[in-house]
């Protein structure tokens, strides 16, 4: 078979039909757990969800939230409302069974509002601009068209709010051909067990979407992607000479000790200088 364009989701639609996947996530879901468990404490997985999902705060939407992974990792005291979508009953049961006990029991008695929506992705029933974090982990690589949910992402998160992906797919560095061609190879009979295509390429189907990447890591020779993007240039634009400000602000007061307040006596001239050492004294 011609691999060269396996890792196109265009040409994994005409191989893998997703009326399949969708089956063989509702097969998967009682065992998924169990299942995954080994492979993502061998991969340091656990320790990439909490660094991401201690970002998401307000008004949090996770698609794609499978059999609710995730759930545990929260920062409970940033979140106002956390909204779970899948588009598979099975895995979402679940999801919400963890609901239950994770926020609902919890000992602090600190309960997340939550909902859980069966939703697809590439038709997010939400409106334009109306979460703080929009978050998706390991979802792209069995969506049919991953670039139409990472523009729905994109459209219902607010314009200062942050899209949040730990996704995996093709590798880099040294071994990148090498480990390609093993993904590129097995990816039909990974796509007919797991329901995901482990080979597509994550960093270009995120710029294909249009987001703008703020923090980019790679981890396990490239395979593991996690990505903080934001919606547009406008938010970091006009944040950025805030932040110039604040900071030579701070330089100047505390390292150059610049004066801040200078008192006159009656005819005009300087006679103290209060400096912000003198103002705390
Ligand atoms: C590999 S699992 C990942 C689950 C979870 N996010 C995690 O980190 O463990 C992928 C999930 O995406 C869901 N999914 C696949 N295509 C979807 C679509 N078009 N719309 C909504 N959910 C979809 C599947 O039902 C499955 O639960």
Redesign the pocket.
Known sequence: MDLHDIHQPSKQKSLIK?SQ??LQ?SNLAKTYDNQ?DWDEMMMRLGKR?KDLLNRAKGRVL??????G??LKYYNKENIEKLYL????KE?LSKTWEKCESLFNKDINNKVIDNEIHV????DLKFSDNSFDSVV????L????DPVV?LKEMKRVCKKDGEILL?EHGRANGFFKEFIDKILDKSSIDHATD???WWNRDIENLVKEAGLIVKEYHRYNFGTTYYIVCSKDWITIISVTPVVIWLTYGMYERFYLKKPRQVLYDENGDPVIVMTAKHKRS
């Open positions: 997703d996947i969708h996530f995954v969800r996770e698609i794609s939230c499978g059999t992974r995730n979508s899948d588009n598979n895995m939703m697809e992705n590439d998706d982990t390991f979802g690589c069995s969506c049919k949910t730990l797991w329901g995901c």
